[in-house]
T-cell receptor
Framework: GAVVSQHPSRVICKSGTSVKIECRSL??????MFWYRQFPKQSLMLMAT?????????EQGVEKDKFLINHASLTLSTLTVTSAHPEDSSFYIC????????????FGPGTRLTVL | AQKITQTQPGMFVQEKEAVTLDCTYD???????LFWYKQPSSGEMIFLIY??????QNATEGRYSLNFQKARKSANLVISASQLGDSAMYFC?????????????FGQGTTLQVKP
């Protein structure tokens, strides 16, 4: 299957700081990338859909100004958690889909964010 | 109403036996895709199998097969010859509409434990 990387895999930060998470499709061009959030032992919750070169589409209840998404190229999307607070602590995981991935979303390994 | 329902929060299976994980879905769109992902304790989401709504035959991928019953709106995952490494959380997901850029809706997940 296609390979998607995420960096960093784990981050601990102080409350009030901003954290940037990168999602890269390594062996295919991702026309669309998705960002999810997952709490322990729960399902994935879609936060936003990101298309290359255009603004992200956010799901209802997700703050656009808090979770900034940039899809600068066909292989890179970034999620920035601005002014992070302890309640933002979660597992963030991205996925990518493109013409070469044949209808399938391939996921990155996820980023575990802990805000102190 | 839930669009994807996984009614088994947890399942046990003896090593080398087969196990079926249930998934039912609800959509009025004639074109949709159904996916199964495995999430081990490391957190990564591993794509297992895909079934398109217009596919005539049930999808198979190695030890994984999808029992697609369109009239019943069910897409159960069958794992044959279970292995200890199959212990993980399993998610069923649906993409509505044609094309491969639609967002996925996930079920609640089923935790599978394989006993030696």
């Amino acid at each position: 299957g296609a390979v998607v990387s995420q960096h960093p895999s784990r981050v601990i930060c102080k409350s009030g700081t901003s954290v940037k998470i990168e999602c890269r499709s390594l062996d295919f061009q991702a026309t669309t990338m998705f960002w999810y959030r997952q709490f322990p032992k729960q399902s994935l919750m879609l936060m936003a859909t990101s298309n290359e070169g255009s603004k992200a589409t956010y799901e209802q209840g997700v703050e656009k100004d808090k979770f900034l998404i940039n899809h600068a190229s066909l292989t890179l999307s970034t999620l920035t958690v601005t002014s992070a607070h302890p309640e933002d602590s979660s597992f963030y995981i991205c996925s990518a889909v493109g013409l070469a991935s044949r209808d399938t979303q391939y996921f990155g390994p996820g980023t575990r964010l802990t805000v102190l | 109403a839930q669009k994807i329902t996984q009614t088994q929060p947890g399942m046990f299976v003896q090593e080398k036996e087969a196990v079926t994980l249930d998934c039912t879905y609800d959509t009025s769109d004639p074109s949709y895709g159904l996916f199964w992902y495995k999430q081990p304790s490391s957190g990564e989401m591993i794509f297992l199998i895909y079934q398109g709504s217009y596919d005539q035959q049930n999808a198979t991928e190695g030890r994984y097969s999808l029992n697609f019953q369109k009239a019943r709106k069910s897409a159960n995952l069958v794992i044959s010859a279970s292995q200890l490494g199959d212990s993980a959380m399993y998610f069923c997901a649906m993409r509505e509409g044609p094309g491969n850029t639609g967002k996925l809706i996930f079920g609640q997940g089923t935790t599978l434990q394989v006993k030696p």
